[in-house]
């Protein structure tokens, strides 16, 4: 059995029938046959070659034929002629149409949707001259929902691409910001000061990227904004990473009081995505640079204060930091465990510094050995991000002996150094210690 439906045998003539310049179009198979039937004998007796044209005039129109493939030795069109309309060419039909233009009394495709008229329930379509559409977005509308601009009313020109706005506000021409580099992108004057603020420094025009994260007791940042030239950062999280911005009332952070300092850190480490909290060595480093000295080598001291601000954060403080600094806390307390240990073996290295001092100044060795004591002892470090460090052994001592501790060129305590089998410094001091 043959599944293969049966073919009709090609045509003689192939030709394309256009019924574009003819009023009534060309209807459905029947009308087109019918159609057909009265024009074919009107061909009979004219020559036909590929590309020959061939048209009547009729009451509608005119109707157009052309030739596209004549068979080999067919000259001439008869009643036996076999021909094939391989197309028909007609007016397009509007399916939309626009309804401003047959308001106007012409055809018009409205080929867009007024979202307004959607919404009211009304069919009503626009075709691109009647259409309104507003730079930023492709939202059109129809004349008489021409959106208004959000802040005076005034037809607008645009939709606004930034923050608060995003593409859903529009906005008339007095209040379009352009964006300095994207030609495509406009702001209102709120989304503009947002995504290019000013800097704070009176007479800068540079845009404000760094913005002031100093908290006040609600856990509000500042916000104020300065540019990369005039900012301030705070490295309270280490070098490797981006510190605290601060603006120029809140630079001013030595000397600013301990409880203070301590909720700065740390809730501007909890509100950080990745960024964990200080270590009491981290803590403590802060407080020297900011002019706590006696408190940053006091590691217990530092705990003491840091549990301070978990109750503080408790009772009244912004309770989204409260676990964060808890969940610290434990990390915290071995930390202090481990850095007692330190200091149990500083001071047994400062009994050792005590006897050489006595044992080789003659002169100043009795002062300088009562008046030793240990500030920090820092064990070597071997490897780890910081790479590797040598054992420091960090000391007071009043000013006056500092001198005769050193020695000429730093002989002595280059000496000391050598004999105890690692760095010793002087806390406070500027010839090889830290202020």
């Known amino acids: 059995?043959?599944?293969?439906?049966?073919?009709?045998?090609?045509?003689?003539?192939?030709?394309?029938?256009?019924?574009?310049?003819?009023?009534?179009?060309?209807?459905?198979?029947?009308?087109?046959?019918?159609?057909?039937?009265?024009?074919?004998?009107?061909?009979?007796?004219?020559?036909?070659?590929?590309?020959?044209?061939?048209?009547?005039?009729?009451?509608?129109?005119?109707?157009?034929?052309?030739?596209?493939?004549?068979?080999?030795?067919?000259?001439?069109?008869?009643?036996?002629?076999?021909?094939?309309?391989?197309?028909v060419r007609e007016r397009p039909r509007i399916v939309h149409r626009c309804a401003d233009c047959d308001a106007l009394g012409r055809e018009g495709y409205g080929c867009f949707r007024c979202r307004w008229c959607a919404d009211e329930g009304r069919p009503e379509r626009v075709c691109v001259e009647h259409a309104v559409l507003l730079d930023g977005a492709l939202t059109p509308s129809c004349g008489r929902h021409h959106p208004a601009c959000t802040d005076c009313g005034a037809p607008a020109s645009f939709w606004c691409g930034g923050q608060n706005c995003r593409s859903g506000k529009a906005w008339c021409e007095q209040h379009r910001r352009r964006h300095p580099q994207d030609p495509d992108t406009d702001y209102c004057p709120p989304c503009h000061r947002l995504a290019f603020p000013v800097c704070e420094e009176p007479g800068c025009t540079a845009s404000g990227t760094v913005v002031c994260d100093w908290l006040d007791l609600a856990g509000t940042p500042c916000g104020r904004q300065a540019c990369g030239r005039h900012a301030h950062r705070w490295q309270v999280f280490g070098a490797e990473r981006v510190g605290l911005g601060l603006c120029r009332a809140h630079s001013r952070v030595k000397g600013a009081p301990v409880e203070s300092l301590l909720?700065?850190?740390?809730?501007?480490?909890?509100?950080?995505?990745?960024?964990?909290?200080?270590?009491?060595?981290?803590?403590?480093?802060?407080?020297?640079?900011?002019?706590?000295?006696?408190l940053a080598l006091d590691h217990r001291a530092v705990r003491a204060a840091l549990t301070g601000l978990d109750g503080h954060l408790r009772r009244s403080g912004p309770q989204r930091f409260v676990r964060p600094v808890e969940r610290a806390g434990a990390d915290w307390d071995k930390e202090l465990t481990r850095l007692r240990g330190h200091s149990d073996h500083g001071e047994q290295l400062v009994a050792e510094l005590r006897a050489l001092v006595r044992e080789q100044d003659a002169r100043w060795g009795e002062a300088i050995a009562a008046a030793l004591r240990l500030a920090e002892y820092k064990p070597a470090r071997t490897g780890g991000p910081g790479g590797e460090r040598?054992?420091?052994?960090?000391?007071?001592?009043?000013?006056?002996?500092?001198?005769?501790?050193?020695?000429?060129?730093?002989?002595?305590?280059?000496?000391?150094?050598?004999?105890?089998?690692?760095?010793?410094?002087?806390?406070?001091?500027?010839?090889?210690?830290?202020?």
């Open 390 to 435: 040598p054992a420091v052994l960090w000391v007071h001592l009043p000013p006056e002996l500092r001198g005769p501790f050193i020695g000429p060129q730093g002989s002595r305590v280059a000496a000391y150094r050598q004999q105890l089998g690692m760095d010793v410094r002087i806390e406070g001091g500027n010839r090889g210690g830290r202020r």
């Open 263 to 294: 909720f700065q850190i740390c809730c501007g480490a909890a509100r950080r995505t990745g960024v964990r909290m200080p270590s009491l060595a981290a803590f403590s480093h802060n407080l020297r640079n900011c002019d706590h000295r006696e």
């Open 1 to 87: 059995m043959n599944d293969q439906q049966p073919r009709h045998p090609a045509g003689q003539v192939e030709a394309v029938l256009d019924l574009r310049g003819w009023a009534p179009g060309g209807g459905g198979r029947d009308d087109l046959l019918a159609l057909w039937n009265e024009l074919e004998p009107a061909l009979h007796g004219r020559p036909l070659h590929g590309g020959s044209v061939h048209s009547w005039d009729a009451a509608h129109g005119t109707i157009v034929l052309e030739i596209v493939r004549v068979a080999p030795g067919i000259t001439t069109a008869g009643p036996e002629t076999l021909f094939d309309l391989v197309a």
